[in-house]
């Protein structure tokens, strides 16, 4: 912390112990109205600025208004932070901040022995123990005695620090996340600055309220400066990282950008249609903010309207783009097979969720890969890209662009709920190293057949509605090669049909080959897909590290596969697939190399640990 910063909060005595640790992991837990996601998300913003890596792994509760105190009322907020590099929010935590029973009683478990456990203990009375299920309170009847339990009124601090406060109790209260907040900027040497100012922006129109939540913010951090209830707290170096600027940000944040930015080189408008679903609505709501580049935006009354906007806008000129999560691309399937059909250029986006129908809605599930694959009614093959990280989100949003554009055909793209939401430093790109895209809409009257084909790749041609000699009809019935004429020819069907397989096979040799992380052969191969990235690179590393005969390799790429997967795969004795699923990837690989391959599997609303994965390649390798 340096020497202006500790002059503003006033805090740390130089008697304090401070220990230089690599990396810990936070989480906030409380009820959904504790403000746990806004306490979680400062303390990411704040350690962004200080340079430290980090990942994050908000967990939403599904109920929109559960019962206050009870355990489906629930909301966390997980980081994980260190000086060196990080790929997931962390596997058990370090310390947890818990605001009342519930809490206490849904994350308990995830606590490592011997971390720190700080409770509101004004939360902790009759009912609400009662609530949460307990008898007894856990916070005097020695069942935490394996955690370091320190008990803080947090309310009643809050509220004494608030007492001259023209405010009503109700709104007082609600600033005890900032008391937890200041707490834990303390304990691990994080400045209030950052939060300071964004409360000051925040609440700039209400004073009052800005004053007392940072009031509050300073409490906490005091109150943990002065009572030594700590033993020491703890410092995080900054992460060495490549040079560049650099932003934190979500999946669904830099999803958007990634199509901002890929219409905007292409020189196309943007028209993104959707329906608001849980959780791909956020990539509404940042492209909402983004009129000056072109970019429209379509609230639709459901899912099949904004599709068929989508469409819509995709025949007229512009780039259709519609997000949705898996019971929204179960509704879009007939209208995506209309954009297959008429061969226009779209991207659907699938921030998936867990299932099936309503499932768990605000929980992570890798279960709709088969559904993108095969959810809609014929022959009907579609490019699937699917992002591995959330700032990967832009990239491969980018390439869904990219990809749509050129072979004139809808692609999806696979986020899901943990990369959406969770966030880590995006490294920002310059313009200039990536892919060019241009538009060619045809122009040509006297030589335009509405699906003449590109020798490479198969697309047809671009023509917009209006122009002078480029009269043309598109429909969901089958047309004639070249013309576009309806045809029942049962030949023609054969050719049209394979002529779409073709459009996506011919991608193979436009998209990387896999590659592997190290040995390029071996014992084992652990092969993923979409979200698993970080807790399979990180178990591989790990166990590399102790010796292991183990490599990884993760696809981005799900249709068509890398051209150079099979050679991989068959470079190794045994793979293990993990998934958060029941198997989907490798119904996929075994129907495409026939090859048995080794299922890790899991369907919990949670990702990987790397201890899951880690486990499973030791056992693996055992031979067990």
Known sequence: MTEKMTEKTETIDPKDSIENIES?????????????????????????????????????????????????????????????????????????????????????????????LIVNENAFKTLN???????????????????????????????????????????????????????????????????????????????????????????????ASTTRIFSSHYSIKKAKMKSGKYRNITGNEATALGFVTATSLAEIPLVYA????TPASDILHELAKHKTFGVKTIQAEDEIAAICAAIGASYTGSLGITGTSGPGLALKSEAANLALITELPLVITNVQRGGPSTGLPTKTEQSDLLQAMFGRNGDSPLPILAAATPADCFYMAFEAVRIAIEIMAPVIFLSDG???????????????????????????GKTFEPYKRDKKTFSRPWATPGTFGLEHRLGGLEKSDGSGDVSYDPANHQLMTDYRRKKVESLANSIPEIEVAGNKSGKLLVLGWGSTFG????????????????????????????????????????ILIPELNMGQLSILINAKFHLKVIQLNKVQGKPFLIHEISEKIRLTLEGK
């Open 24 to 116: 810990a992991t936070v989480r906030f837990a409380g009820d959904s109205g504790d403000g746990m996601q806004l306490a979680g998300t400062q303390f990411t913003n704040t350690t962004a600025l200080l340079g430290n890596d980090l990942s994050t792994l908000p967990d939403y509760p599904a109920e929109i208004r559960a019962p206050a105190g009870s355990l489906p009322g629930v909301s966390g907020f997980q980081i994980c932070f260190s000086s060196e590099d990080v790929k997931t929010p962390g596997d058990e935590p370090d310390a947890m901040v818990i605001m009342n029973p519930a809490a206490l009683k849904v994350n308990i478990n995830d606590l490592q022995a011997g971390g720190i």
């Open 418 to 444: 943990y990369l959406g939401s969770g966030a880590e430093p995006f490294s920002i790109p310059n313009i200039k190293d990536l892919p060019k895209m241009k538009i060619k809409y045809h122009t040509n």
């Open 129 to 223: 123990l009662q609530k949460a299920g307990y008898e007894t309170s856990p916070l005097e009847d020695g069942s935490l005695s394996k955690y370091r339990l320190i008990k803080i009124p947090i309310t009643q601090l809050t509220l004494n620090a608030l007492e001259e406060f023209e405010l009503t109790k109700q709104i007082k209260e609600r600033s005890k996340n900032f008391t937890a907040l200041g707490i834990i900027f303390w304990l691990y040497d994080r400045p209030l600055e950052p939060t300071m100012k964004w409360v000051n922006e925040k609440f700039g129109k209400v004073p009052e309220v800005a004053k007392a939540n940072i009031t509050a913010l300073k409490t906490g951090y005091n109150f």
């Open 535 to 574: 807790a399979i690179s990180s178990a591989v590393e790990k166990e590399q590290k102790n010796g292991s005969d183990v490599s990884s390799a993760h696809l981005r790429y799900l249709n068509p596969f890398p051209k150079n997967l099979g050679k991989v795969l068959s470079s190794f004795e045994n």
């Open 274 to 277: 959707s329906y608001p679903i």
